[in-house]
Structures are given as structure tokens and as C-alpha cells.
């Protein structure tokens, strides 16, 4: 039986007619061809090669064996163009489900960093409500989900992702937006736009002012962080929000402000428990483990 190191040399020595051929193309030292090919020929009990004018050709009785390396040889060749179309992505779709808060700049940022290792790659990504989330997994419509929140279900499994903060959002000329930070006192003296309390963020918005015992004002609530920054840049009011919904927004269209407190939380993938992430997923994910590390 010969290894494909060892077919790989008695096919160079046959491609290059010498031993100092086959070692040229190996980028190997031409005596360690010779003791592996001497090596080759004692342990099959026969000779592979001729020498003729100087040259190494295949030995009539071993005319088979060449027929079967060269094919060996193809097949590992066709072997690894296959492996080079996954490693850059052609032929590869990756579907994913997110949240609106990650997928505003979260996932575009992942995205475009897989897409410049992976140029041939397909991705189809769905945004979805939290509620959306199960049916989207559990009808396999895609292999991971990107949530806010860990939702229990027998089904699913919930990995962590990385973790975020909130931050105060005003307009570039509010009277706060030269503040380094604020107090969650501060913020209460505002009315607030706010996302929905049944939204993951709005419920960590709420206990934030809960643990100060401070009442807020809500006039304006939306669903979506998206809806929020375009009011506050209209100056219909200021918000609290994450900081994945706010990445990449410049300080001429919005201010952010820390807030002295703790806001720190956590946000997830989610996957079918019987479902193994495949290579492209693991990728995406290190990609955005990488950006929302830098936003968080």
C-alpha cells in the first residue's frame, strides 16, 4: 500500500524523468527522493522504473500502477479545486436570521469582512421580529438566528454572542451633547422616545430607571432602534438606546453618551439543538464576534 506522499513522488519522478527532477518540483532534497523511492520499490517487491539515456521511465510491468497513480492524482487534484470553491465560498449560500438592532450595522460590518476572505460567498439574511425567531429555526430556514434576548424553548439553544450598553442618544446641538457622560438622573428630567418595555431593550431601558426609583416620560414608544434614531435626529425628542443600533452613526447626525450606570448586556445566537453550524457559519459568527466586541 503507498501513501499519497509516496504516490506523490513516484508520480514526480515519471513527470520529470530524474530524481532531481522530482525533487525541483517537491522543493525537496534530491537524497531524500532517492531513499524514498528506494524504500517504495523494496516494499512493493518490484521495480517502477527504468533508467534509459539517463532517464527514470515507468517499467513495462508497472504500467498498471501508473495508470492508477495518475488517476489517484486527478482525483486529488479535483479533490482540492473543491476544496478551494468552499474555502472562498462559491457554491456556498449561508442563511441567517437577526434581529434589527444587530442587523442594522452589525451584520453589514460582519459581512463585508467575510465577503473580502470569502469574494464568492451567498448570503441571504432575514430580519425578523423576536417571535419570528423559533418558526424561522424550527422550519430550518436558515441555521442560526442573531437575538437580543434568550427565549426558553426546548428545541433551541442559546449561545452567547458578545455584550452591548446603552447609551443616551440626543441631536448634535441638544444642550447635553457635550456631556463625557450622564447620570440616569439627568436622562429622567427628559421626555423620551422609547422602545416598546415588551423589546428586550426597552425592558433593560425601564430597569435601568426602576433601580434609580425615578419615573420617566414616554410620550413617543417604537418597536424598532431604527425608528428611534431618525426621530431623535428629527428632534421630536432624545432616547436611550443600544449601542449596536447606534454603530456607525457619526457625531454630526447623533451624539451618544455614556450612561453612569450599569447597562451591560448580553446578546446571542440561536440554533436548533440537533443542528451543527457549518464552516461558512463559524466564520460569519467570528466576524461579528469581532465587530460587536468593538461596539459593545
Known sequence: MLTLRQIEIVRAIAVSGSVAGAAKLLNVAQPGISRAMKHIEASLGLKLFVRRAGRYTPAPEATGIFRQINE????????GYVLSKLNSGEDVELHLGSVPSIANAMVPNAVA????????IALNIE??????AIDYLL????EMVLMSYRLSHPALSFTPLAHGSLKFVVPPDHPCAGYESITV???ARYSLI????NDPYGRIMAELFERA?????VPIKARFGSTVISLVERHVGVAVLDSFSIAGIGADRLRAIPIEAET????YYATRNDWTLSSSAEKFLRYLRATMKEHG
Not at 113 to 120: C, E, I, V
Not at 194 to 197: A, E, L, S, T, V
Open 113 to 120: 469582512a467575510m465577503r473580502n476572505a470569502m469574494p464568492s
Open 185 to 187: 438622573e439627568e436622562i
Open 139 to 142: 422550519l430550518q430556514r436558515g
Open 213 to 217: 426609583n425615578l419615573d420617566i416620560h
Open 72 to 79: 489517484i492524482h486527478r482525483k486529488v487534484d479535483d479533490l
Open 264 to 267: 451591560r448586556f448580553p446578546v
Open 194 to 197: 422609547g422602545i416598546d418595555p
Open 127 to 132: 430580519l425578523l421580529k423576536i417571535e419570528e
